[in-house]
Structures are given as C-alpha cells and as structure tokens.
C-alpha cells in the first residue's frame, strides 16, 4: 500500500465505482509517484473493469493515435479491420476519430471501464481530441490522463 496518498486512492476508487463517466488528471512532478498511484488503484478493480493503458512518448506527436495504439496492443480481440481504419492516411481525420471511438466502445462493450492516457502531454494531438470525446461519452468509465505538474 502507498504511504500518504490513501486520500487520493480513495477518490480514484470513487470515480472508477461511479455510474457516470469522470475524468481524473493527475499532475505532478516526474518521481512523484503519479504512476505508482494508478498502479495501486488497478490492483483493486474488479475482475470485471476493462482497462486500457496507453502511454505517450516524444516524438508521439507525428504518430496518430500512438496512445490508443499502445493501449491496444496486447488486448486480445482487437478487430484488425478497426486498427487498419484508424491509422489510414485516406480517411479523413473525422473518420478516423469515429474509429477510434468504436473501437474503444467494441473493447468496453458494457462493462465498467478505466482508461488511463499516461504522459498525455506528449499525446498527438489525435490521442487528445480522442481523450476529450471518450470524456464526453456514456457509461460507467473512468478515464485518466496523467501529466507533468
């Protein structure tokens, strides 16, 4: 268990129990343990959550939808036919977000979800136009984006 961040395990846990859809961000310095909070609030979900982890990384900004990409990568049933839509160059922008967004909603179906955007400040700027729709959506989901304070 963390030392001194029982409050705020706390609120995650809320949030993720939630019937609605919440967003949390969580700021702060590198080595605060932003990332070791988000750890300890998975390991108590239960087995029926769905969670997607994404992370961003320099150099995401010139590679559309690099976050839901890595949070999808090693999720089994991921429909190939999604992934090749979302990262077509010929479809326009709006199209692809529509992809992104289904293939979120096919993954989550009706089960409580947390999604979690780490390092969302290096995100493209289609991974944050997706965090902001996936915010704006029904059902019981807890969507996380940590960043840097």
Request: net charge negative.
């Amino acid at each position: 268990m963390m030392v001194g961040r029982d409050r705020e395990l706390q609120v995650l846990s809320q949030l993720a129990a939630s019937d609605q859809p919440r967003v949390a961000l969580i700021a702060g310095e590198p080595g605060i343990g932003k990332t070791r909070l988000i750890n300890e609030l998975l390991a108590t979900l239960p087995p029926e959550h769905v969670v997607l982890v994404g992370h961003a990384e320099p150099g995401s900004l010139s590679r559309p939808y690099e976050v839901l990409l890595d949070a999808v990568h090693t999720t089994p049933g991921v429909p190939d036919a999604l992934l090749d839509q979302l990262v077509d160059p010929s479809r326009s922008p709006v199209e692809r977000l529509h992809t992104g967004l289904s293939l979120v909603t096919e993954l989550v179906g009706d089960h409580p979800a947390v999604i979690i955007f780490e390092d969302l400040h290096w995100a493209d700027s289609e991974s944050a136009a997706l965090f902001e729709r996936l915010a704006g959506q029904t059902g019981q989901r807890l969507l996380i984006g940590d960043l840097p304070a």
